[in-house]
């Protein structure tokens, strides 16, 4: 009787195997995307980010407002065009700076994937806007990045897509409108990673966030644009471009530790309660 | 003297109902089968809540487009069908009822280790119970996260989440309590003779159940609290910008909500292990085979958390090993349906009510351990994640699955607490109108699902609807089904014929014992000399 009353000792193993991968998830590379910086970049982050609240940089969704539709941009053949001249039916517009080193590119990558996808007529049934944030940019860069992205798509007609650079001030009445917050670091930026659609009348009725897409996001939202309908946000997850604070990091590491490490203690010591202190004596028995 | 006999035969008639009478004898009874029974009502009226939201989803999805409610209103409504079911519902459902009432029973005890520790168990169900209702008219409005409260959705939602959260943290606890009583219960409390390899393999499966209870809630815990901390105080837990890190959040939830659901399944596996041998009149196929497979889904569900997140953004690496864990599992899963379909083969089968849940968990339960699988594996789960495959997944999991056996289980201990049995014929009709339904709902679901119908989306494209609408009917068919079931089980409690101690011929301890039990449960402390599911007492004779 004695050694099968022994039996529960067979989960002190489990648990330490728990405790293992415990951490080892918890000791895991960080999970976000971390902006790499490349090494010629890294002497303009003499003064890193410090991670602060002082760095305001986010999304506010702004559904159902409209974006000024007489900003002048110039196109990637450096001809001025106005968003009123572009947006004539439901648009995607990506907030963007040609020569991310990161996401930026996965987010238009993202897009060149799944819009040769959508059973929809490029062109005719929607467009694309790639606005560069970066007001450094010329449309040298946009064309480049064009060039890109087009080379990927076969034959997605290349007047569907449209590569814009501007001046400080139109990117930064398109941004507010938008509710798009970013911050330069040097050459890079810090900022959110989503689009939105707009209707023809500048009226934006989603945002879709994150750098993949799946077809039948972007088609519903389109469809609704074209219908003038506001639709609820697809994919919640903000991802962000940004410098991370490692010492912070740690910090959050550290918590999850602790606890796990308190809660396992516990657990164990009421194991070793239960199987030490055996069967209870019935009072009736005595 | 005539006056006391008269009294004596009324508690040997009514058992532990003859106790204290009024709200008070109950509401503050430490009777473990009281206390089951006061969780009884709280869990089926829970149940029937989630199960009117979970058809107002449904009939918003007869059509594309705004049907009967707007998607703010839809957000909220898949939020609380969630919270609901899973919280107040299946998690509690089988180890609080069925658990609370058999468990001391079964091992041949007169209460739970900690019977007023078990009483604010229920009380805190009571309160976080309050607090999840609260949040849904207080507040900013209903929460709208989804019951897997992801951030940063969550810390910005102007939703009332903080409330719903704390519930969460409350009903945590009261779980976690009753883990601890039973552990100690099943440790300290078995009556001479019922070595490990006597319980029955219900109480094997509580015990799995509650360790997990034990382990994994305590995180759900911190992860809420969590939450609130960043509602309240705004401290950037799992805000990149400020050094924080939202997939921290899902871990965290993960490393709770995955175990959890072995809470909700194991327990109906438990049940199964009782039901199958009882009504095959054979011994249980492989006992130690359960119990291990108990122990091992329990250890090796411990591990398998991040296969929610495959396509989180981790590193190939954690996917790789997250998804061989989760392979890992399946194969004690499949070690019990092989057992019990071996118990079956050759058995002398009685196809009462208990059994035909039973039998429908297995293939239920089968498809949804299936389709498991296809979610596990990294490369089919890019193609399925967030579809309707995997609602249709995890309802054939947990409602074909657990709540089936939990149903089951009623079926079969019903009459032990209530001491009366209900209409075999029409528990049948229910039982077939609900297995029909279930399948017209939830398999156009993983059809919708690979079609690449997403989940948690008011609206969809038109092609797909003829598929929901399929489901939306299959719905109707299924709440019919609920709704004979329990009325027959309503009217048999209340007025079915008396069930006798043992209408099944069931071999476990508690169907010694008188029907409804007396409030101390056996009159002398019961000696166990034979095997649990030791059929041949009656080919012994006289």
């Given at each position: 009787m004695r050694c099968?009353?022994?039996?529960?000792?067979?989960?002190?193993?489990?648990?330490?195997?728990?405790?293992?991968?415990?951490?080892?998830?918890?000791?895991?590379?960080?999970?976000?995307?971390?902006?790499?910086?490349?090494?010629?970049?890294?002497?303009?982050?003499?003064?890193?980010?410090?991670?602060?609240?002082?760095?305001?940089?986010?999304?506010t969704e702004k559904l159902g407002e409209t974006i000024p539709l007489d900003l002048t941009f110039l196109d990637e053949s450096g001809q001025p065009v106005t968003l009123r001249d572009l947006i004539d039916g439901p648009t995607i517009i990506a907030p963007v700076y040609f020569h991310c080193p990161d996401v930026c590119n996965f987010l238009q990558g993202g897009l060149a994937q799944t819009l040769p996808q959508l059973k929809l007529r490029p062109g005719e049934e929607f467009r694309v806007l790639s606005v560069s944030f970066d007001e450094t940019e010329k449309p040298a860069t946009a064309r480049g990045s064009k060039k890109n992205y087009m080379a990927?798509?076969?034959?997605?007609?290349?007047?569907?897509?449209?590569?814009?650079?501007?001046?400080?001030?139109?990117?930064?009445?398109?941004?507010?409108?938008?509710?798009?917050?970013f911050q330069r670091q040097g050459r890079d930026f810090l900022h959110p990673v989503a689009v939105a659609v707009v209707a023809r009348d500048g009226k934006i009725v989603r945002y879709l966030y994150g750098t993949r897409f799946l077809p039948m996001d972007l088609q519903l939202s389109l469809v609704e644009a074209s219908q003038g309908k506001i639709g609820a946000s697809i994919k919640r997850v903000l991802a962000f471009?940004?410098?991370?604070?490692?010492?912070?990091?740690?910090?959050?590491?550290?918590?999850?530790?602790?606890?796990?490490?308190?809660?396992?203690?516990?657990?164990?010591?009421?194991?070793?309660?239960?199987?030490?202190?055996g069967r209870k004596k019935s009072k009736r028995d005595g | 003297m005539m006056l006391m006999r008269t009294e004596l035969h009324e508690e040997n008639e009514r058992g532990f109902w003859a106790g204290k009478p009024g709200l008070f004898g109950w509401i503050f009874s430490t009777d473990h089968k009281r206390i089951a029974l006061l969780y009884f009502y709280l869990v089926l009226a829970f149940f029937l809540v989630g199960v009117s939201l979970g058809a107002l989803i449904r009939l918003e999805l007869i059509a594309p487009g705004a049907t009967i409610i707007d998607a703010q209103t839809y957000n909220a409504l898949f939020t609380l069908h969630g919270v609901i079911m899973i919280f107040l519902f299946i998690i509690p459902g089988?180890?609080?009822?069925?658990?609370?009432?058999?468990?001391?029973?079964?091992?041949?005890?007169r209460d739970v280790a900690f019977p007023r520790l078990n009483l604010f168990s229920w009380w805190l169900y009571l309160i976080g119970a309050v607090m999840a209702l609260a949040s849904l008219f207080t507040g900013g409005g209903a929460p709208d996260t989804g019951w897997t409260f992801y951030v940063p959705f969550s810390t910005d939602t102007s939703t009332n989440v903080t409330v719903a959260a704390s519930a969460v943290f409350v009903l945590g606890f009261s779980s976690?309590?009753?883990?601890?009583?039973?552990?100690?219960?099943?440790?300290?409390?078995?009556?001479?003779?019922?070595?490990?390899?006597?319980?029955?393999?219900?109480?094997?499966?509580?015990?799995?159940?509650?360790?997990?209870?034990?382990?994994?809630?305590?995180?759900?815990?911190?992860?809420?609290?969590?939450?609130?901390?960043?509602?309240?105080?705004?401290?950037?837990?799992?805000?990149?910008?400020?050094?924080?890190?939202?997939?921290?959040?899902?871990?965290?939830?993960?490393?709770?909500?995955?175990?959890?659901?072995?809470?909700?399944?194991?327990?109906?596996?438990?049940?199964?292990?009782?039901?199958?041998?009882?009504?095959?009149?054979?011994?249980i196929f492989g006992y130690w085979a359960i119990v291990v497979s108990s122990l091992a889904i329990a250890f090796a569900g411990s591990l398998v958390w991040s296969h929610h997140m495959l396509t989180s953004g981790m590193s190939d690496m954690g996917v790789f090993v997250f998804s061989l864990l989760t392979f890992l599992v399946a194969i004690p899963s499949a070690v019990k349906v092989f057992n019990w379909v071996a118990t079956l083969y050759k058995g002398s089968i009685w196809l009462a009510a208990p059994m035909l849940y039973a039998l429908s968990f297995l293939i239920?339960?089968?498809?949804?351990?299936?389709?498991?699988?296809?979610?596990?594996?990294?490369?089919?789960?890019?193609?399925?994640?967030?579809?309707?495959?995997?609602?249709?997944?995890?309802?054939?999991?947990?409602?074909?699955?657990?709540?089936?056996?939990?149903?089951?289980?009623?079926h079969y201990w019903l009459p032990k607490m209530f001491g009366r049995m209900y209409d075999q014929r029409l528990a049948a009709i229910a039982w077939a109108i609900l297995t029909v339904g279930f399948n017209l709902l939830y398999f156009p679901m993983l059809v919708l699902g690979l079609q690449g119908m997403p989940r948690r989306y008011f609206d969809y494209l038109p092609q797909f609807q003829p598929l929901n609408l399929f489901a939306t009917v299959g719905s109707w068919v299924l709440v019919a089904g609920l709704l004979l079931m329990f009325y027959t089980l309503h009217r048999g409690c209340r007025h079915g014929a008396p069930a006798g101690a043992d209408p099944w011929g069931g071999t476990t301890l508690e169907w010694s014992v008188p029907s409804p039990p007396p409030t101390e449960n056996f009159e002398e402390d019961p000696r166990v000399e034979r095997d649990p599911y030791d059929y041949r007492i009656g080919e012994e004779g006289p």
């Open positions: 099968v009353a022994r039996l529960p000792l067979l989960l002190f193993p489990p648990i330490a195997v728990f405790l293992l991968l415990a951490g080892l998830a918890a000791g895991a590379p960080p999970p976000l995307p971390p902006p790499e910086i490349p090494a010629a970049h890294q002497h303009e982050h003499q003064h890193p980010p410090s991670a602060s609240a002082e760095i305001d940089v986010g999304l990927s798509m076969g034959d997605f007609p290349p007047g569907a897509w449209r590569f814009l650079t501007g001046d400080l001030n139109t990117i930064h009445r398109l941004t507010d409108a938008l509710g798009y917050r471009c940004f410098s991370y604070d490692p010492v912070n990091r740690r910090y959050v590491f550290n918590l999850l530790r602790v606890t796990g490490g308190v809660v396992l203690l516990t657990v164990s010591g009421f194991l070793a309660w239960l199987v030490l202190s | 089988v180890p609080a009822i069925l658990g609370n009432f058999l468990l001391p029973l079964m091992i041949g005890a976690i309590l009753t883990g601890m009583n039973f552990l100690t219960t099943i440790h300290r409390l078995r009556a001479p003779g019922m070595g490990w390899g006597r319980l029955p393999l219900f109480v094997w499966a509580m015990y799995a159940t509650a360790w997990i209870q034990l382990l994994a809630t305590p995180v759900l815990g911190l992860t809420v609290a969590l939450i609130v901390l960043e509602r309240v105080f705004d401290a950037g837990l799992f805000d990149p910008a400020r050094g924080g890190d939202p997939l921290m959040f899902q871990h965290l939830f993960w490393i709770y909500s995955h175990p959890a659901v072995y809470i909700m399944i194991l327990p109906g596996m438990g049940i199964v292990s009782e039901i199958i041998p009882t009504f095959a009149r054979k011994r239920l339960f089968s498809i949804g351990g299936l389709t498991g699988l296809v979610l596990g594996a990294a490369a089919t789960d890019i193609h399925v994640h967030d579809t309707h495959f995997v609602v249709a997944h995890f309802h054939y999991v947990m409602f074909g699955g657990a709540a089936f056996a939990f149903f089951g289980g009623l």
